[in-house]
């Protein structure tokens, strides 16, 4: 009898682990297919305009600056007192993405910094009481909403200035032992960290994305109190979508990833990922490629680096083809000026995209092998073949059965192109 017994309960561990997987699974496919729907307009998007802007242009050192520098609250001030973006226009910012093709765009609505572009009520660190109360988010929301492009805000969850947040991470005094002393209440930061994002989705009209940005070590998911807030976020912005940064993928590999409650798409940063991203069950993961147009993200005076329109154009296309979206970043002066060599870069890129953009938005990666000159995108049964590097001879694709080929024909005019089996 003990023997039976045993084995009668061995088979229902075995069965509540079944049981237990299995309604994992559903709980996943569930979550799952809501992301792909919430994602569905910006998967079909792909090209998106970043917008880092604050008060670290003054300096023009980058965003990171108060970190980089270990400047103090004190020391950081005269940055703060100073800015005056008297030539921000929204309307052209607007007008500069449209141009470039971009359909959606994210602004910095608070940096790490914790200096706030938007008329918060919980604190006067912000633009407005030194901006004659215009509220720059809400110009950038309406002028962009305008143009027909999607809005999206960032939102740093971390915050140099606040007297609650602790001297961790990166944050400019953290080496400083008579800093740590302070009384840091967690909570009390928490409260004001909820109670700002509760303001910009509550008081600023329908925001297609929210940006968190960002986790790292042990402040990560529930240390943000991650599901309280995304559920707030969610029942003021049900169709929002959210990125991935208010936890972290620690023994992750990076192109295998699971989508969870906490945020809709992954956020590769500076690169491009070697191969499509995809979940443990095959299905891909939408992510995004965040990227600078020169070496930083805030505006940086001395820094002429700049990537070429044509790196930017074969970029996006390494990025369709592998499913995912590319956020291009712009880092507008202290006057509120997008650097001219930006929004040349970005006219050329919308030069392309006026004859090409049939080959991006709405597409996706090709089961076709990527070829040695180049990359694939595919919409439904159409392949486009970006042709990025020099070739010798003709473009081999690879994969493709002639008797199934309708037509070749160059996308930007229209003609036909000639097609052959080869040996």
């Not at 009668?8 to 709980?27: I, R």
């Not at 200035?161 to 740590?180: F, L, S, T």
């Amino acid at each position: 009898m003990k023997n039976v017994l045993i084995l009668l309960v061995g088979l229902m561990c075995n069965a509540f682990v079944l049981v237990g997987q299995e309604a994992a699974l559903k709980d996943y496919t569930s979550n799952y297919e809501q992301v792909m729907n919430r994602t569905q307009w910006w998967r079909e998007a792909r090209f998106g305009m970043f917008i880092h802007f604050g008060a670290y242009s003054v300096p023009a050192r980058g965003e990171w600056v108060k970190s980089n520098e270990r400047l103090t609250t004190e020391q950081y001030q005269k940055y703060i007192d100073t800015f005056n973006p008297a030539d921000f226009d929204a309307k052209v910012w607007a007008k500069t993405a449209k141009a470039a093709g971009m359909k959606y765009a994210v602004l910095t609505a608070k940096h790490h910094d914790g200096f706030c572009m938007f008329d918060s009520k919980l604190t006067d660190y912000k633009l407005s009481t030194r901006f004659g109360g215009r509220d720059l988010v809400r110009e950038f929301l309406g002028a962009f909403r305008a143009e027909g492009i999607k809005v999206g805000l960032y939102y740093s969850i971390i915050d140099w200035h606040h007297p609650d947040y602790p001297n961790v991470g990166n944050h400019p005094q953290r080496n400083d032992k008579e800093y740590a002393k302070r009384l840091f209440t967690w909570d009390n930061y928490l409260k004001y960290m909820h109670g700002q994002v509760e303001e910009l989705v509550k008081n600023y009209g329908k925001l297609d994305i929210m940006w968190f940005d960002y986790s790292f070590d042990e402040y990560s998911g529930e240390k943000w109190k991650a599901k309280e807030l995304v559920d707030m976020v969610r029942k003021y912005q049900p169709e929002i979508i959210l990125d991935n940064r208010l936890s972290t993928h620690e023994g992750s590999s990076s192109k295998q990833r699971m989508v969870n409650t906490l945020g809709d798409f992954e956020t590769p940063e500076q690169g491009i990922p070697d191969v499509a991203i995809s979940d443990k069950y095959g299905n891909p993961v939408p992510w995004e490629t965040c990227l600078t147009l020169n070496g930083g993200w805030g505006y940086t005076e001395l820094d002429h680096n700049w990537k070429s329109p044509e790196l930017i154009v074969h970029t996006l296309v390494n990025c369709v083809s592998k499913n995912g979206n590319l956020l291009l970043n712009v880092g507008p002066d202290a006057r509120g000026i997008i650097p001219e060599e930006s929004v040349e870069i970005l006219k050329e890129v919308g030069k392309w995209l006026g004859k090409n953009g049939e080959s991006i938005y709405g597409c996706g990666s090709s089961n076709l092998a990527k070829p040695d000159w180049g990359r694939y995108t595919q919409k439904g049964n159409a392949i486009y073949a970006h042709w990025l590097y020099p070739n010798l001879g003709q473009l081999n694709a690879k994969g493709v059965v002639g008797e199934t080929v309708k037509n070749v024909y160059l996308l930007k005019s229209g003609a036909e192109l000639s097609y052959q089996k080869t040996w």
